[in-house]
């Protein structure tokens, strides 16, 4: 019979969801929406998606968002998810190719 560990280190390591599981959501709209590119009728790029959010910009509603989500016994967190992608909705502005 085969048997192996984890292939992961068990030091340091935490099996517990932690602030990374409001973080992550954030930085993975903010790529998406950063490689999206604007395009004309003829199908030429005359734009690209540029969403400016940081940590200091997203913090509050992190904190917000964890005590709702523990609050709600995890019900919170589905909504958390909606309101990050209209947070970066409103913090995406279209930069002209000619500035890239």
Known sequence: MLL???IFSDVGASTNPGALQFVFPYY???FIISK???FDGEGRKVGRLVCTIDLA???GNIILWAIISIL???IGY????YKITAHCMTHTKVVSV???
Do not use: D, E
């Open 4 to 6: 192996h560990g984890s």
């Open 28 to 30: 993975m709209q903010r």
């Open 36 to 38: 999206t590119y604007a």
């Open 57 to 59: 910009s997203i913090i």
């Open 72 to 74: 709600t016994l995890g």
């Open 78 to 81: 589905l909504v958390f998810l």
């Open 98 to 100: 000619n500035t890239l």
